[in-house]
Nanobody, 126 residues
Framework: VQLQASGGGLVQAGDSLRLSCAAS????????VGWFRQAPGKEREFVAA????????DYADSVKGRFTISRYNAKNTVYLQMNSLKPADTANYYC????????????????????WGQGTQVTVSS
């Protein structure tokens, strides 16, 4: 599967953005998907993840209550709605996917994902 992330941009603190992760290939509904981000000089960190059916999802503590991950398998797309953005959210955001035999296990570790998109830059000014 190939992933294409989009939707990043330059916004002000408090604004919203919606990132999209479009996947090519068949059977996208059998893949768990996660969003990760990496700021300059920092390690890549987990942001959010969703199971293959969308029935379970989880978030990093730093984004809980502000970000929402969702998916529309008929369109092979996963979304990350980001509200109340802060300068600390500035980073390059990557989506990742892996074929998943589990319908309920949330994958938060980047090493658990086999496929990665190219990243989309989010910059939040104060």
């Amino acid at each position: 599967v190939q992933l294409q992330a989009s939707g990043g941009g330059l916004v002000q603190a408090g604004d919203s953005l919606r990132l999209s992760c479009a996947a090519s290939g068949r059977s996208f509904g059998l893949y768990s998907v996660g969003w990760f981000r990496q700021a300059p000089g920092k390690e890549r960190e987990f942001v959010a993840a969703i199971t293959r059916s969308g029935g379970s999802r989880d978030y990093a503590d730093s984004v809980k209550g502000r970000f929402t991950i969702s998916r529309y398998n008929a369109k092979n797309t996963v979304y990350l709605q980001m509200n109340s953005l802060k300068p600390a959210d500035t980073a390059n955001y990557y989506c990742a996917a892996t074929w998943d035999g589990s319908s309920s296990y949330i994958r938060k570790n980047a090493d658990e994902y086999n496929y990665w998109g190219q990243g989309t830059q989010v910059t939040v000014s104060s």
